[in-house]
């Protein structure tokens, strides 16, 4: 079936990419180390922009970043994301069949100061307040902060620098979440850093990505959705994350590629890979099955999975 999945991409994979010359290598931004260049993509998703942007792999930590992001992102950001709903109660129904966010937290913790990065209109906000939680928000788009604040009556601030604001903060949260956030930040190994130090001894941290070791990524590589370019600007492979936050002093607790959220995440790659073949709805539908049913028995490996969640642990003797 594998060959059979490659034979039915293959039509995409020659279609005309935009192709520029670029460095065989350059310098990992995370630990200065030697990276190579694996990949130039345009933007598929939004189509803000004709620009093909560089992908390199660090041979020594193993991130894979964007060479030269973007200066000012917020033109790649047009349109935003969900749409803010119109009351709490909206928010709790949208929330109900979101519990795949909080249910790796609850395994956990059952209590506490929880701070989130990057929570949009607040869903996992939401959750967490209702499991009776004291929330607080980091969020940079002024009408969510609002929400958050009068409708969702969490504590939010406003900030496009959340490093800068979580360096402001003292320590004393006994959770703190990045729900795919963490790939838009510009330096989200220093933000991990400050996740640590802010964490209570025995504190848990949740981050949730893109899978760059998924079975999608190996075959669509550029034209894989959620490398969703430019936005994305780091994609760590799992030993590369766990690795990262092992040397901040943080344990790893769980990590799965193979929970409800990746299976989502999976259709909606295999559902633009689709899209982009053609526009007729019916023969679009048949194809994102075909896709999705012959990729199954490989992303429902362990690891290989579209994206995963990972739960890290500071240790309760931790200093």
């Not at 995370?30 to 990276?35: N, P, R």
């Not at 939401?126 to 409708?151: H, K, P, Y």
């Not at 400050?194 to 899978?211: H, Q, S, T």
Request: with cysteine; net charge negative; aromatic share 10%.
């Amino acid at each position: 079936m594998l060959e059979f999945l490659e034979i039915a991409i293959l039509y995409v994979s020659t279609m005309p990419m935009t192709i520029r010359n670029s460095a065989p290598q350059t310098e990992c931004p995370a630990c200065e180390g030697s990276a190579n260049f694996l990949l130039s993509a345009t933007d598929r998703n939004r189509k803000t922009t004709r620009e093909s942007f560089d992908y390199y792999s660090c041979m020594e930590c193993g991130l894979i970043f964007i060479d030269s992001p973007p200066d000012d992102m917020a033109p790649y950001y047009s349109g935003g994301y969900d749409p803010i709903p119109e009351s709490l109660e909206a928010l709790r129904l949208i929330a109900s069949g979101e519990h795949f966010r909080s249910e790796p937290i609850l395994k956990h913790r059952h209590e506490g100061k929880f701070l989130e990065l990057g929570p949009w209109r607040g869903v996992l906000c939401s959750l967490m307040q209702d499991a009776g939680f004291e929330v607080t928000a980091i969020e940079m788009d002024g009408q969510c902060v609002e929400f958050l604040r009068n409708t969702v009556g969490v504590s939010a601030i406003q900030s496009c620098n959340p490093l800068q604001t979580m360096r402001a903060m003292s320590s004393g949260f006994d959770v703190i979440a990045a729900w795919h956030s963490m790939e838009h930040l510009p330096t989200p190994w220093l933000v991990i850093q400050e996740a640590a130090r802010l964490l209570n001894p025995g504190g848990i941290l949740l981050l949730a990505m893109p899978n760059p070791d998924s079975f999608e990524f190996s075959v669509l590589k550029s034209r894989w959705m959620h490398l969703d370019t430019p936005r994305h600007l780091y994609l760590f492979p799992i030993r590369s994350l766990i690795n990262l936050c092992r040397a901040r002093g943080l344990v790893p607790l769980s990590i799965t590629t193979a929970d409800e959220f990746s299976d989502i995440q999976s259709w909606h790659a295999w559902y633009s890979l689709a899209r982009s073949v053609t526009n007729f709805r019916y023969v679009r539908g048949a194809l994102v099955r075909l896709f999705y049913m012959l990729a199954r028995r490989w992303q429902k490996e362990e690891g290989r999975g579209s994206a995963y969640c990972a739960v890290f642990a500071r240790p309760s003797g931790a200093p």
